[in-house]
């Protein structure tokens, strides 16, 4: 098969674990006989810096006529990166929501998986981490706070701030459909996860997870508070199967569940929509603090390229094989510094890509 990826290297160690990603699937074409065509795009500071905005008209043209987009990540450090005097739409993370948006990409699928290598790296005592689990976070990518309508002004000699927090009906329909049609495929499941103790979107999100489940009666349905939930990730994460939720909670939830499988460069995720169009990045950022060193774990990145065979390409065969493969690495005790202990075999981000590749 022949297809086209929008890349997206991005910032930071964006460039560095991409170019893994992209070593992975080029020997996947060589053993599966595709051809992969990769157009390079710009997006975030690097954006700004050629252009003035953190996403062209021309950039994401290429990501719409393509069929699928593979994102390392954008941004810099939002303490000392001049991109953080700009104005909020000229800042980098604008691309990143402006392309969610514009491609309609309002499912993010986060798995969060704790290999069983990988025991040692979960920060949790040891009775939690033997036992391991296995959950996806369903998170809404494309309403909540992060696109409602949002201002800074001046009332009564003060600077008053505010951000909406908005969701339609139609909008906590399907979000909640995809998150019912993958409990089925996995362990019939389903937590979902609100504030509804207290916000209106959270009661109405509650509302129309319930309808949806009528379709779903194999799935067992369950709604938690989302600070119980944060809570209970770090208590007992082998209780959850499918975690559905909006998008802010999903934000914060997935950076919490990823440490619980010993580092954040292991979590992958896929932005989808309806048809097979989909984002692929990792869950983690452009990490300023370790960038240019060519330690990043790029293993995020490729889980999320595997993601991308599959939810894109229809191609099971090759995401599994890549799964395997990173897997075996595990297994044989290579590890970048973020999830490295003692006696194992310390490696760069590059040296990381070719362990993958050797055992494809
Ligand atoms: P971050 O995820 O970039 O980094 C948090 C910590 O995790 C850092 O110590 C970093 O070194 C470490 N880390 C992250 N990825 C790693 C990897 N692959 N291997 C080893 N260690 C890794 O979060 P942050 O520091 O809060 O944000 C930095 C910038 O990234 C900000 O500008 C933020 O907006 C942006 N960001 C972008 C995306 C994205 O592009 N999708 C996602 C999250 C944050
Ligand atoms: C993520 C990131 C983004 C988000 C930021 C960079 C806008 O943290 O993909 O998790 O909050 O969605
Ligand atoms: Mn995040």
Known sequence: MEKNIAVIKGDG???????????????IAKK???????????MGGCSIDAYGVPLTDEALEVAKNSDAVLLGSIGGDTNTSPWYKLDPTLRPEAGLLKIRKELGLFANLRPAYLYKELAGACPLKESISEAGFDMIIVRELTGGLYFGERNTKEINGELVAHDNLVYSEHEIRRIAQRGFEIAMKRGKKLTSVDKANVLDTSRLWRKIVNEVAQDFPKVKVEHMLVDNCAMQLVKDPAQFDVVLTENMFGDILSDEASMVTGSIGMLSSASLREDSLGMYEPSHGSAPDIAGQNIANPLAT?????MML?????????????????????ADNIRTVDIYKEGMTKVSTSQMGDAVVERL
């Open 13 to 27: 160690i964006g460039p560095e674990i991409v170019n893994e990603a992209i070593k992975v699937l080029d020997a």
């Open 32 to 42: 599966y006989n595709h051809t992969f065509n990769y157009k390079n795009i710009l």
């Open 302 to 306: 490729i889980l999320s390229a595997a």
């Open 310 to 330: 599959r939810y894109s390409f229809d191609m099971d065969e090759e995401a599994a094989c890549i799964e395997k493969a990173v897997e075996k690495v595990l």
